[in-house]
């Protein structure tokens, strides 16, 4: 597709569940990066990948949380025994160039996670 | 470490008023300096970007200008529309580090 694409648009899950967050990133687009948006708050960095590897994950919160892109192209945000704390619109965002570009990031509309 | 502070919103005005939503930075080094919009029922866009000290980005009649004395990189636009109504995040980009980071955003609602 033209923009960045991220399923599900909404997760509803019970807590202690695992849940998996998929992002298709612009084609070409070799940086990807991972947020989190809280009501009413900015995106909050969680990781992101140039090509396969991640080049800074200093963003996760735990090792609850875990991210994979294993061909460079589309990734998958991984938490595993969610907590209501999860609850959250997760951000996948793309951008072309080397160590991210110049810093323009194309996002997606994002998943909104709710963990009961 | 790197960090970003704009001022709380929301803010109210008429159209056709003048606009300044106020940033400033924290961050060693060089960093590049953003702001992104994000629009009623849209995703994240970028509005304008800055690269280096004294640089002025501009887009849409918004402008902002990259004052490395104050730390600042403050929105303005002479005339606001209904139109530009919507949530305006400054973020920054470190210069050793490629990510960015995101201020808590400021709402801003244009009456006509």
């Known amino acids: 597709g033209a923009g960045v694409s991220q399923t599900p648009s909404n997760k509803v899950t019970e807590k202690g569940k695992y849940v998996e967050l998929r992002c298709d990133p612009i084609?070409?687009?070799?940086?990807l990066y991972w947020y989190r948006q809280s009501l009413g708050q900015g995106p909050e960095f969680l990781i992101y990948?140039?090509?396969?590897?991640?080049?800074?994950d200093s963003g996760l919160p735990n090792d609850r949380f875990f991210a994979v892109r294993p061909e460079g192209s589309v990734s998958t945000l991984k938490i595993q025994r969610t907590e209501r704390g999860d609850s959250a619109v997760y951000l996948c965002?793309?951008?072309?160039?080397?160590?991210?570009?110049?810093?323009?990031?194309?996002f997606g509309e994002g998943s909104r996670l709710t963990v009961l | 470490g790197n960090s970003v502070t704009q001022m709380e919103g929301p803010v109210t005005l008429s159209e056709e008023a003048f606009l300044t939503i106020n940033c400033t930075y924290t961050?060693?080094?060089?960093?590049?300096l953003f702001w992104y919009v994000q629009y009623p029922g849209e995703g994240l866009q970028l509005l304008l970007k800055?690269?280096?000290?004294?640089d002025k980005g501009s887009n849409k009649g918004f402008e902002a200008t990259y004052r490395k004395e104050t730390t600042s990189f403050h929105l303005e636009k002479g005339s606001v529309q209904v139109s530009d109504s919507a949530v305006y995040f400054c973020?920054?980009?470190?210069?050793?580090?490629?990510?960015?980071?995101f201020g808590s955003g400021t709402r801003l609602s244009i009456r006509p």
């Open positions: 084609s070409g687009h070799t940086a």
């Open positions: 990948f140039q090509g396969t590897g991640a080049a800074d």
């Open positions: 800055a690269t280096k000290a004294d």
């Open positions: 973020a920054l980009r470190g210069s050793s580090a490629s990510k960015i980071i």
């Open positions: 961050a060693t080094g060089y960093p590049s």
């Open positions: 965002a793309s951008s072309s160039g080397l160590a991210g570009g110049v810093g323009e990031l194309f």
